[in-house]
């Protein structure tokens, strides 16, 4: 995959990745064998029909390849660049076993972007109207995916967005130079297309209730609001200046473009010294976000080992490549801060990894003395996220978890409150793209049943 | 669209707009607030509902211009439009009719606020004592609205215009010491930063409960953030869905006057920045 040079890149915001061309893609397609019981489909979340969009890539019969694509899955363009095929459906590649799986993912992203940059995206067809109102709440991965199935089958659809632009993760969360904001918008004018109508700036529990959605007429609704609320460690020094969440860190540089200062109005500070505190896919964003901001040392800072860091290989690849330092198997205990109350240092420790806790994962130990003094001025906390609690505070009968995620019934995803559906990171908690949009399927597949069944 | 239906200057950088806001307009309630953004370039910052007309579907926010934002919103003129007006966000504050007196007081551009919290506690049954500050008489603003729901209306001016001269908080501490302080239920003190801190230092020795609304840096405003986190009795809060309002006695002041101080490098800029834009452009201050 041809990328951006890691010395250029590291100072702009554009696409690392650069995509295949039309000849790299058909030999690439080509080396598919078309198995006769395809394993790759199994480990796609939304159930693509993998070997029947390869075979036409490879036939070059490019408009019958993203229809195939279409059929299962809304937002190509954006799975083809944020899931992780590596794990998912490559994993599955029988390639794989003796060779390299074939490129699955990149060929995905490689047809939607085809039909956006080349034959233009064809308008879908509009279903036949039933004239009933559905309402999805959030207008990220899951509830996109949820409102286009819905729109598909004839429902009247609208997706109500408490911020003022849709994504959700996809436009605060990840960065330009994974996932720019015109792929985002042109997957979105699909989803328009299908028929659905989007309100942003609407927050349901505050700006209307529940009760109002369904007094208004909507026949159900869904619920994909996130895991928006950030995880914060709870040790010393940590409100001081100069330590942000990585949901604030990301979402003024991406949502709010603070990279683009003062063009653009909402600032985002970085200094010289930058560290990140987690391993994940966030956490990579984040740190790769600082150097582009100016920051000349870049550490990441995670508790594990490296084979136990969460986060894509590519991107750590590509972190590495752009010259982060990784401090693994290091904990931060506290952060020094300057008379003006900012962060100019903190204290970590080394950690060792002893028995498995309950996630499967080696359980990070402190090792006793080995603190040290890391200088620091910018810290991205990227330890995670939990279910945004807004909605559950003002929703009596919203059965959740101790962790705060709603329960669902696995097979039809609806909650606890009949005919209120939710999927995505509200439920899971934070996880990946693609599987909030698997559930955004089954739920979309639960409520028609449950409207149609009544 | 937001349109703007009236505006007025109360007094030197600091003006009125009543604003087009169905959605927020029906559902508000005293202590709410709403982001507003007032372009596709904007940055989005929190305004305190001042006021709404649920029959008219309008809301009335008061800012001070101090920095690019506020600077710019205050050139919009009536039939403009704001792009986005967000909310009602924030915990509406809970009130009840007290056996004992209420004592509200205002720091300048805090008097907008602290209005329609005055007079729910007022239209409750309550008996308000409120006190109205500000560094000079020109800077008093909305006098008359806080008198209204007022059984003894105080003013204060630091450098005596007008009313007393002092700070608030020292014509809180005379009322504390003619009366007795056990003839008020509790104090609700809106204003500027320091002036807050000091409305919870003089009450503390009285143990007389001290409600705060702060106004901290926030960007989204529905809690997926934190830049507006905040510690209160050791813990770490939310001001947007935590609060906005927090018991004055627990809030971490030291911490909070640190955070509201993090971007001033970053404001100075863009003030600089929107001026040489508004010089280019041959466009004069109001």
């Known amino acids: 995959m041809p990328e951006q040079d890691p010395i250029v890149r590291r100072s702009n915001f554009d696409e690392v990745a650069l995509g295949f061309s039309e000849e790299t893609a058909v030999i690439e397609a080509q080396r598919c064998i078309l198995c006769k019981k395809p394993q790759c489909i199994d480990g796609c979340p939304v159930g693509i029909d993998i070997p029947g969009f390869i075979k036409k890539i490879a036939e070059k019969d490019f408009e019958s390849a993203i229809g195939i694509m279409k059929d299962q899955n809304s937002l190509p363009a954006i799975c083809g660049r944020v899931c992780p095929q590596e794990t998912q459906c490559e994993a599955k590649c029988v390639l794989g076993i003796k060779d390299k799986p074939v490129a699955i993912g990149r060929l995905e992203r490689f047809i939607a972007d085809w039909e956006r940059d080349v034959s233009g995206i064809k308008s879908p067809e509009r279903a036949k109207q039933l004239g009933k109102k559905v309402a999805i709440v959030g207008a990220g991965p899951a509830g996109l995916t949820c409102a286009g199935d819905l729109a598909k089958k004839g429902y009247d659809v609208t997706i109500f967005e408490a911020l003022h632009a849709t994504g959700g993760v996809l436009r605060y969360g990840i960065p330009e130079f994974r996932m720019p904001n015109t792929i985002i918008d042109a997957e979105v004018d699909y989803v328009k297309q299908l028929g659905v109508d989007i309100q942003c700036n609407i927050i349901i529990g505050l700006t209307f209730t529940m009760d109002e959605l369904f007094e208004q007429g909507y026949k159900a609704i869904f619920l994909g609001t996130g895991a928006g609320l950030p995880n914060f460690m709870n040790i010393p020094g940590e409100s001081l200046n100069g330590i942000y969440s990585a949901n604030e860190f990301l979402t003024r540089n991406n949502l709010m473009r603070g990279y683009l200062f003062p063009e653009y109005d909402t600032p985002i500070g970085v200094g010289k010294n930058a560290a990140v505190i987690g391993g994940g896919n966030v956490a990579m964003d984040s740190i790769r976000t600082a150097l582009r901001l100016g920051a000349e040392k870049a550490y990441i800072i995670y508790r594990r080992s490296e084979v136990e860091l969460p986060a894509r290989i590519e991107e750590i690849h590509h972190a590495k490549e752009e010259g982060v330092i990784f401090r693994i198997l290091t904990n931060p205990v506290r952060y020094i801060g300057d008379e003006n109350g900012w962060v100019k240092a903190m204290e970590v420790l080394e950690m060792k990894l002893g028995e498995p806790d309950d996630s499967g994962r080696r359980r990070p130990l402190p090792i006793e003395g080995s603190n040290y003094i890391i200088e620091v001025d910018t810290v991205v906390v990227a330890i995670g996220t939990s279910p945004n609690p807004l909605l559950m505070r003002v929703t009596s009968g919203l059965e959740t978890s101790r962790w705060g995620t709603i329960n669902i019934d696995e097979k039809t995803g609806m909650t606890s409150i009949p005919g209120v559906f939710a999927g995505g990171d509200i439920v899971t908690g934070a996880a990946t793209v693609i599987e909030a949009m698997g559930a955004g399927k089954i739920a979309a597949r639960g409520m028609h049943e449950y409207i149609t069944g009544k | ?286």
């Open chain 2, 1 to 286: 669209m937001h349109r703007i239906l009236k505006k007025d200057i109360l007094a030197e950088n600091i003006k009125l707009m009543e604003v087009d806001a169905p959605l927020v307009s029906r559902r508000c309630q005293p202590g709410q607030f709403v982001m507003i953004r007032l372009h596709e370039k904007g940055e989005r910052i929190p305004l305190t509902i001042a006021d709404f007309n649920r029959k008219n579907k309008t809301i009335t926010l008061i800012f001070q211009e101090v920095g690019k934002s506020t600077e710019e919103m205050g050139f919009l003129k009536e039939g403009d439009s704001i792009l986005d007006v967000i909310g009602p966000l924030g915990l509406a504050t809970e009130r009840k009719k007290e056996e004992k007196k209420v004592i509200c007081i205002a720091g300048g551009v805090g008097a907008a606020p602290l209005f329609p919290e005055l007079r729910h506690i007022k239209e409750l049954g309550n008996y308000t004592v409120t006190v109205l500050g500000a560094r000079s008489k020109d800077l008093l603003i909305w006098e008359d609205e806080l008198k209204r729901y007022s059984d003894e209306f105080y003013i204060t001016t630091d450098d005596g215009t007008e009313g007393s001269e002092g700070f608030v908080s020292q014509k809180l501490e005379e009322l504390l010491n003619d009366a007795s302080p056990d003839d008020y239920a509790y104090v609700l003190a809106i204003g500027p930063v320091p002036m807050m801190r000091a409305t919870a230092d003089t009450t503390r020795p009285y143990k007389l409960p001290t409600f705060v609304s702060l106004n901290t840096i926030m960007v989204d405003g529905t809690g997926m953030c934190g830049s507006c986190r905040v510690t209160v009795d050791g813990k770490v809060k939310f001001a947007c869905v935590d609060g906005p309002e927090f018991n004055g006695h627990l809030v971490d002041w030291n911490e909070l006057s640190a955070r509201q101080i993090r971007y001033v490098p970053q404001e100075k800029e863009a003030c600089e920045h929107f001026h040489r834009q508004l010089e280019e452009l041959g466009i004069k201050p109001e």
